[in-house]
């Protein structure tokens, strides 16, 4: 983020620690606002619209405080809101969720200089994603970005069924296959590399965020589960074909390049009772009902549409 404009500084925390025993939820809450209050803003914005970051936007107590009004999670007994300027739920009168983010630059009376999110790497990430795509002999605009992991079990379609779509699409289209995501993802990839032929290239875990960002933007085609790779591949330009489960595509779906977004047929049969905590979209596993022949004919599609493009660009 610093080093793209997008941020001065940046604070973070621990995110484990505030799902931890209260001792540490309250140590590490304490630690960011303090590291907060020494900045002395003059405005803060709260997007993220928990009880954890309104905690947060009241003790750092900034003079212009935006908050959402009505708030998306309700105010629990004795909390208050610190919001003292308020966005509407999703402004700019858009119902996709960047129009909720963009939502309190309308409250400010900023007016958006694009409403289509675009990052795109920096040069020197751009020549060592091209330098690491060459040492495993992949051409640019001619291998297609797959990334099986989420945040939740219940958001990845299953290994399995990635590996047979991978099979398909990779014989039918000669398109090499990278397989992308965090370290914590290795056990999926593995899963898929098992399954499918040696030419999957497995690059799990072995990129910064900076890079990964490079590596998609020289994808033909992004294919994975709604993540925040989705969207960064989205961002830079690259067409996608996202998986969704619960989620609403059309509020959650990628903004700004051709793209697909699968969704099984709703409601569906629960096929995990014991994972599931639906009617929260983080929590059910929907996106497992997904057959591997409609991945398979969108990513058809998606190549078709944009074939003409590439052509242009070559």
């Known amino acids: 983020m610093i080093s793209h404009g997008i941020a001065s500084e940046v604070v973070t925390f621990r995110r484990g620690r505030t799902q931890g025993t209260t001792l540490e939820r309250g140590k590490e809450l304490y630690a960011t606002i303090r590291a907060l209050r020494r900045y002395r803003f003059d405005l803060t914005i709260d997007i993220t619209d928990s009880k954890t970051s309104r905690i947060i936007s009241r003790f750092v107590n900034a003079p212009t405080r935006v908050g959402y009004n009505p708030t998306e999670r309700p105010l629990r007994l004795l909390e208050r809101q610190p919001a003292n300027v308020f966005a509407r739920p999703f402004g700019f009168d858009g119902q996709h969720f960047l129009y909720r983010y963009l939502s309190p630059l309308e409250a400010l009376g900023v007016e958006p200089r694009t409403m289509i999110p ?68 290795r056990e999926i990839a593995e899963r898929i590399v098992a399954r499918t032929a040696p030419s999957v290239v497995d690059l799990v875990g072995a990129m910064s965020l900076e890079r990964l960002l490079a590596v998609l933007k020289q994808a033909r085609l992004f294919l994975g589960n709604e993540s925040g790779p989705m969207h960064m591949a989205a961002a830079t330009g690259t067409p996608v074909v996202g998986l969704f489960g619960l989620t609403d595509p059309s509020r959650w779906g990628p903004v700004g390049v051709p793209s697909i977004s699968l969704q099984p047929p709703m409601p569906c049969a629960c096929m995990a009772k014991d994972v599931c905590r639906a009617p929260d979209p983080s929590r059910a596993c929907c996106v497992w009902g997904l057959e591997v022949k409609p991945v398979v004919d969108a990513v058809r599609e998606v190549l078709s549409r944009t074939e003409m493009r590439l052509n242009r660009a070559i």
């Open 118 to 185: 675009s990052i795109q790497p920096l040069p020197m990430e751009t020549a060592e994603a091209l330098a690491l795509l060459d040492k495993h002999h992949l051409r640019p605009n001619a291998f297609i970005a797959v990334h099986a992991g989420a945040s939740f079990e219940g958001r990845r379609w299953q290994p399995e069924r990635f590996a047979a779509a991978i099979t398909e699409i990779a014989g039918e289209t000669g398109l090499d296959v990278v397989l992308v995501g965090g370290p914590d993802e």
